[in-house]
């Protein structure tokens, strides 16, 4: 690996070199040793992603889009006088522009307000979602968080926030709630959420989707390394670690670990990490955690959300359920 490859002082995630960095100073340093699963999504891995959402056995992403395909209508139909859709991490558009080709046409003209810190993936996402002659795309190249604000302080009528794709199955439960209520306290009452959520399924399913038969995911999941040594000068055998992706059924999460093969040696000069692990031991990269149907509306109410409907995709395992902040 050519250590010497230009080094960007701004990762494609938002974050900086330096925050990187000390990001994985300090993971690393934790028991288990971790590292955020945020910085999976490089260019690369984020390709890699779009990969893993074509593929046969991960059905997240197909399982949603038959639900706003079907009931994309009820979602329009529950909030009469919508009059904007803010969408966070729109990917390349394709459920936003599900969701509108299941709105009735008076739904329509809308303001779209998409927000991602990903300025290829909002390149796409408005290209896609602009198509609609009758739909103003705004982009916000922010974190979640800060474009939420930025987007609410022009806000005029009534707001529908959509957050697909089960990302909050990649919060741990006081961070979905939080993130939850962060949401909550830029709305008024009257507006609302759509969330998309995966939901507990047989333990095979679930590990085929996060260990693939192609080694998508395992590539999505090593490249974390490839990118380390990349951005931060790392020294690390990239043969010398295995993906593992294990059910943890107490707290009902599919994690995502970089598992030493053999005793190995960390050494990353820009973070100043320089540790040794031994044959076996894991970095956990990410948690995936899963729901039952009842715990949605329990996490929404508690976040000051009144689900008002919930539509299930028995085949996949995939639930969309739209709550209107009270
Ligand atoms: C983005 N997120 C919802 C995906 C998931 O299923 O947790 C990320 C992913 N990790 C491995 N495969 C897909």
């Known amino acids: 690996m050519d250590s010497r ?9 938002g974050a900086s070199v330096e925050q990187f960095a000390a990001d994985v100073r300090y993971y690393l340093s934790l028991t288990p040793r971790q590292l955020p699963s945020r910085y999976l999504y490089d260019d ?7 990969s893993i959402c074509r593929m046969p056995w991960y059905t997240i992403t197909r399982a949603e889009l038959r ?8 979602v329009f139909r529950r909030l009469p006088s919508l009059t904007r859709v803010v ?11 599900t969701l509108f080709e299941a709105a009735p046409p008076q739904h329509r003209p809308i303001e779209v307000h998409l927000i991602d810190v990903s300025a290829s993936a909002l390149a796409t996402a408005a290209q896609t979602i602009g198509s609609f002659g009758d739909v103003r795309v705004l982009t ?24 697909l794709g089960s990302n909050i199955g990649n919060f741990d439960p006081p961070g979905a709630s939080a993130f939850l209520q962060n949401i909550r306290a830029s709305l008024k009452n009257g507006d609302a959420v759509l969330l998309g959520v995966d939901l507990v399924k047989p333990t095979e399913r679930l590990l085929v989707a996060y260990d693939d038969p192609l080694g998508i995911t395992a590539a999505f999941n090593r490249n974390l390394l490839v990118r380390l040594h990349r951005e931060l000068d790392a020294a690390i055998d990239l043969d010398g670690f295995l993906h593992r992706a294990l059910w943890n059924a107490e707290h009902r999460r599919v994690e995502m670990h970089l598992v030493a093969r053999t ?26 955690y899963k ?15 009144k689900p008002t409907g919930q539509w299930i995709d028995r085949d996949d395992g995939f639930a969309l359920t ?5």
């Open 322 to 326: 739209i709550a209107e902040a009270f």
């Open 44 to 50: 690369l891995g984020s390709a890699l992603f779009e």
């Open 291 to 305: 729901y039952v149907p009842e715990q949605i509306d329990d996490l929404l109410e508690s976040c000051g959300f």
């Open 263 to 288: 005793d190995q040696a960390l050494r990353i000069a820009r973070a100043q990490v320089d540790e040794r692990l031994n044959a076996g031991e894991t970095i956990w990269t990410e948690s995936s």
């Open 87 to 97: 969408e966070l991490g729109p990917g390349n558009g394709d459920k936003l522009r």
């Open 67 to 74: 639900l706003l395909t079907t009931h994309g209508d009820s």
């Open 140 to 163: 916000h190249q922010a974190t979640y968080d800060s474009g939420l604000r930025e987007a609410q302080r022009q806000r005029t009528g009534r707001t529908l926030v959509a957050f």
């Open 5 to 13: 490859a230009a080094k960007p002082a701004v990762s494609v995630d």
